[in-house]
């Protein structure tokens, strides 16, 4: 056979080979657009729902949202802003990352608040951010930004997407950042690469949520603990969200050596709330217990928190902290003993201590402050002689609420009133915006809970201010059958604002607000409306509010609130107390809020009387 003939042969073979290979392989290939394969690595995430609004220059992403609306279900909000919120809001209450997305330009920028509070509190949270074409980028079109550096500040991972093919394994690694970091990602997709078609059968690599540290003690560290709580005679503990594993570990130590029980504000419920060792919070936010507890201990083991008022504390006080993070370690206060670990592992060694101290005066002392207080509160609660009073709406909804409800928190003074009363003491959970601290948290907070939790009874409690600024996403909540319980509280004014001015001596400029019906504005959105002025209608509201849930309400109610207007009691410096205070500054303390000497005497009175 002529050489040239067996190479032209072979040729042909070796083609014809290849070609068999090659559709082979494109057989076993899955094609799809790269937008749908962006909404299978959610998938394989556990992400079942993310929030957002569509627009030119991400429906594509959003395309392939659709492709996979069986499994993961778009929720479509009235403002990027509520989306990057319930985002945030589903990553507090579950663990799991939470998911929004918004267009190029205006949608990316309404998404930074919902972020920032993520940003703040340490919680993965992924944003899809839309971005003009790539034929068209770099020539001044129509919403185009440069969108990454807007998010280099509030994003530990932001990366701008060059290739359709990128698209899947680039949001695979921002998640994987998220939880790393417990931090927040932005991928930047520009619209004509994710409604390209790309091969893609999915990861191998697994998708590994949880991050654990198991920093362990060391035993000389709680040897330590247990000698210098041997020697205080006014010990106290305090605890922060990274205890809020550890509710059994936190009464067995509280209960084992005889400890006052603060948490902070956003780890209220670590121990339950109606614990009789349980005083409450320290600050603006707090209770008066829990003040003057904390200002009378010689001892503050500090666990889990990072606490940033703890500079604030008496210089006298000798103070632990016990940390998982290194780097927090002595970052609020200079600390006499550190000890780096895991606050649950910490409590599980601190148990195994023989040291145990019998009820002491201090905690009895404590145990009566706080007694007190909660009468006092329920004594403002029953009285609306003078107009509905907050307290008597915060006891209304402790009173009707379940055992496993999820709170959704705004901010301002309805928080104040919030923490001071809900009940936080068996299987219920609470969120809310503490470090960013943004008003307009409450109503998507709420969207987050019962769409994280669809069974559990969900309530959200705002101010006429928090409620106006995300009042349309009540639609939200219509058109997806959540019947969430919305508490407005409405005095009229920016109150926790208000207080301030008091305090500083400023007029009252550009705090008052203008009031609405927002009973009769939910029925016009198609939701449910209760409007309330006393402790009658409170009541019989709350009445009907129970019969519709146990009739199978599918629909969101709003309850407003007509409350008075009283400036609540500022316990971040409680001034009761003769043996620190003149008789002038007492007075004026006690006639500003109220809090008359018999029913509220001064801790260290009623611990001179333990004898």
Partial sequence: ??????????????????????????????????????????????????????????????????KEKEKLKYIQVRHEEIGALAAAADAKLTGKIGVSFGSAGPG????????????????????????????????????????????????????????????????????RSAYANHSVSVVIVPDDLSGQKIDFK????????????????????????????KEAEHPILWVGRGAMNARDEIIKVSEK??????????????????????????????????FEVSQAADLVLFVGTNYPFARFLPQNIKFIQVNNNLADLGKQRDADLTVLSDAKLFFVELLK??????????????????????????SLAADDSEGLAAEGVIKAIRENAADDAIFGLDVGNNTEWSIRQLPLNKQQRMTMSPWYGTMGFGLPAGLAGKLSFPKRQTWTISGDGGYAMVMPDLLTEVKYHLPIVNVVLENNSFGFIQHE?????????????????????AEDM?????????????????????????????????????IKNVDPIDTSFVQVDPDVFDTQ????????????????????QILKEQG
């Fill in 501 to 521: 001015k008091l305090m500083s001596g400023q007029a009252l400029y550009g705090i008052d607000l203008l009031g609405a019906d927002w009973a009769r504005m």
């Fill in 108 to 175: 990316a920028v309404h998404l930074l608040n919902g972020l920032y509070d993520a940003k703040m509190d340490h919680i993965p949270v992924l944003a899809l951010v839309g971005q003009s074409s790539t034929g068209v980028m770099n020539t001044n079109f129509f919403q185009e930004m440069n969108q990454d550096p807007i998010f280099a500040d509030v994003a530990d991972f932001h990366k701008q997407v060059v290739s359709a093919e990128q698209i899947p394994y680039v949001v695979d690694e921002a998640i």
């Fill in 257 to 290: 050596f005889s400890l006052p029980v603060l948490t902070t504000v956003p780890a209220t419920g670590a121990i339950p709330t109606d614990h009789p060792n349980f005083m409450g919070s320290r600050g603006r936010l707090g209770t008066k217990p829990g």
């Fill in 353 to 378: 201590s023989d040291y145990s101290v019998e009820s002491n005066k201090f905690l009895k002392a404590a145990q009566i402050n706080k007694k007190n207080w909660d009468k006092w509160l329920e």
């Fill in 1 to 66: 056979m002529n050489f040239n003939v067996v190479v032209n042969t072979l040729k042909c073979y070796i083609v014809v080979v290849i070609k068999k290979v090659t559709l082979k392989e494109r057989v076993n290939m899955t094609k799809m657009i790269a937008g749908q394969a962006l909404a299978k690595v959610l998938l394989d995430w556990k992400v079942d729902h993310i929030y957002g609004i569509t627009a030119d220059s991400i429906n594509n992403t959003v395309d392939g949202f659709y």
């Fill in 585 to 604: 500054t007492i007075d004026d303390y006690r006639k500003r809020y109220n809090v008359d000497e018999k029913t509220q005497p001064a801790f260290s």
């Fill in 202 to 229: 999915g990861f191998k690599t697994k998708p590994i949520r949880a991050i654990s540290t198991q920093v362990v003690p060391q035993q000389r560290d709680i040897d330590e603990v247990v000698k210098a709580l």
């Fill in 526 to 562: 198609g939701a449910i409306g209760f409007k309330v002025t006393n402790l009658q209608e409170l009541n019989d509201a709350m009445k009907k509010i129970d019969e519709l849930q146990k009739k199978g309400n599918n629909l969101p109610i709003v309850l407003d609130a007509k």
